[in-house]
């Protein structure tokens, strides 16, 4: 499985980051993306493409859905995901999203998760979450409590993830900084470590102490097009270490 990190980095289209969007007029994006990662110890690389659609109403109203196949260990998977976002009042925000793998041979059979923003303050945000998933040997359930606060044209955050699994419970943390330098462009850096359930095998799960470092974009071509990326490094224990990069286009209809 993915660490907390590379999925923050990684999310495309990201309901979180879009919600903080304030361009008013629906618009449907489609996006394309692809992600190559080496890992050592002579494992396999792992790939993955994805493609996928939003439609979003107002600043933090939006819907999407997108397809994901990759090949892991030396095994194909395919998985279906959509996901949610919608204003509860003016400073609540719920955002959900769900996904399925008909094969789930190294990805997850399916998972749930959801998560309320309250700006409790100008500018100041605070997310708290709860996600399941399920593997063919166990069950992950991962918390989420987070701080974000933004400033001019930048923002940070910090956040906590308690997660519960094989039996075990553990902690992971992160923060991240990000740069909004132009109209839909910006560049940002994350950290993180801690123990996660990390993903050893074809359908083997462990707790095993992670540590990342991811930096990611997003750049606009033009008006209606975008170019997101982003390269990352991830200690998974001493099973293996995973770096790679991410590159997607996103276009607005």
């Given at each position: 499985?993915?660490?907390?990190?590379?999925?923050?980095?990684?999310?495309?289209?990201?309901?979180?980051?879009?919600?903080?969007?304030?361009?008013?007029?629906?618009?449907?994006?489609?996006?394309?993306?692809?992600?190559?990662s080496q890992?050592?110890?002579?494992?396999?690389?792992?790939?993955?493409?994805?493609?996928?659609?939003?439609?979003?109403?107002?600043?933090?109203?939006?819907?999407?859905?997108?397809?994901?196949?990759?090949?892991?260990?030396?095994?194909?998977?395919?998985?279906?995901?959509?996901?949610?976002?919608?204003?509860?009042?003016?400073?609540?925000?719920?955002?959900?999203?769900?996904?399925?793998?008909?094969?789930?041979?190294?990805?997850?059979?399916?998972?749930?998760?959801?998560?309320?923003?309250?700006?409790?303050?100008?500018?100041?945000?605070?997310?708290?979450?709860?996600?399941?998933?399920?593997?063919?040997?166990?069950?992950?359930?991962?918390?989420?409590?987070?701080?974000?606060?933004?400033?001019?044209?930048?923002?940070?955050?910090?956040?906590?993830?308690?997660?519960?699994?094989?039996?075990?419970?553990?902690?992971?943390?992160?923060?991240?900084?990000?740069?909004?330098?132009?109209?839909?462009?910006?560049?940002?850096?994350?950290?993180?470590?801690?123990?996660?359930?990390?993903?050893?095998?074809?359908?083997?799960?462990?707790?095993?102490?992670?540590?990342?470092?991811?930096?990611?974009?997003?750049?606009?071509?033009?008006?209606?097009?975008?170019?997101?990326?982003?390269?990352?490094?991830s200690e998974?224990?001493?099973?293996?270490?995973?770096?790679?990069?991410?590159?997607?286009?996103?276009?607005?209809?």
């Open positions: 499985m993915r660490s907390v990190l590379i999925a923050i980095a990684l999310a495309l289209p990201n309901l979180a980051a879009m919600a903080q969007d304030q361009t008013p007029q629906p618009q449907i994006r489609a996006a394309a993306s692809v992600e190559r890992l050592s110890g002579g494992l396999d690389d792992w790939t993955e493409y994805s493609v996928g659609l939003s439609r979003r109403s107002g600043p933090r109203d939006l819907m999407e859905a997108s397809l994901l196949e990759t090949r892991r260990f030396g095994i194909k998977d395919t998985q279906l995901s959509a996901g949610f976002s919608r204003p509860l009042s003016s400073a609540l925000t719920l955002s959900a999203d769900a996904s399925i793998s008909s094969t789930h041979r190294v990805l997850a059979q399916h998972a749930l998760g959801a998560v309320l923003q309250y700006e409790f303050a100008h500018a100041w945000l605070v997310h708290g979450g709860y996600r399941h998933t399920r593997y063919d040997n166990t069950n992950v359930q991962r918390g989420t409590i987070r701080l974000e606060h933004y400033f001019g044209n930048f923002s940070a955050s910090a956040g906590w993830y308690p997660v519960r699994a094989l039996g075990t419970r553990a902690d992971s943390f992160d923060a991240r900084a990000a740069w909004y330098y132009a109209q839909d462009s910006s560049v940002g850096i994350a950290v993180a470590r801690g123990d996660e359930a990390t993903q050893v095998g074809a359908g083997a799960i462990v707790m095993a102490p992670v540590r990342s470092v991811a930096i990611s974009g997003r750049h606009a071509l033009g008006p209606r097009l975008s170019l997101n990326w982003s390269l990352f490094r998974q224990g001493t099973f293996y270490t995973r770096k790679g990069f991410y590159a997607g286009v996103q276009a607005a209809f």
